[in-house]
């Protein structure tokens, strides 16, 4: 189970993908439940430009 700020704690099945909309700010989250959660990510960046664009 994963709890993402201010939000209620959800079920995250074995298989189940999530997606990030581009230009979406979006925070992260925590692992409340009592099994390790393995997490595989995966970032389309356009050629020449940086992973990440960070605020001062």
Known sequence: MIQAP?????DIPTGTSLLYERDVIHGGFTVVGDSVLK?????????GKPLYEYVE
């Open 39 to 47: 997490l595989f990510t995966v970032h389309v960046v356009d050629k």
């Open 6 to 10: 201010g939000k209620e704690p959800r």
